[in-house]
């Protein structure tokens, strides 16, 4: 199945967030932060979708304000998710690449991963480096890998 990737529309926020769901469960986004996130980070926020506009995967980033030197600029992936039928078929890295593309200007981007995402070898073949481990991130029991991409 084809997909591009684009900037989301208002109308991509529903299907982002059912596949959020449907794909993270208990830890999945509210459906309302992704309505916030579409205001207040439009230009990261980016949806792969087929030719019948069906939204196939999303990938969120947005900037950090607490970089304590005003000479690092960091951001943040947010969220990534890929629909079960389009997974391995390069849609994450095309979605991540798109969103490193916007990040240009930052110079330190951060992210969390499960330990036994199978999405961990792509970050690291982004550059990302994991540089440590909350074991309770989510909550108790709730495990991430914390990572970073210097440039």
Known sequence: MT????KAEKADVTAAY????????EHSYPDFFFRQAYDCWSNGFLVAVTQSQEVVGYVLASPSFTAANEDVREAWILGVAVDTKMQGQGVGKALLKEALAQ???YNCIWLTVHPDNKALKL????????????????GCGSPRLKMRLSR
Request: hydrophobic fraction near 40%; charged fraction near 25%.
């Open 18 to 25: 059912l596949l959020e769901r449907e794909l993270f469960g």
């Open 103 to 105: 990040l240009a200007d």
């Open 3 to 6: 997909y591009h990737i684009r």
């Open 123 to 138: 970050y690291e073949s982004l550059g990302f480096v994991v540089v440590g481990q909350e074991d309770n991130y989510f």
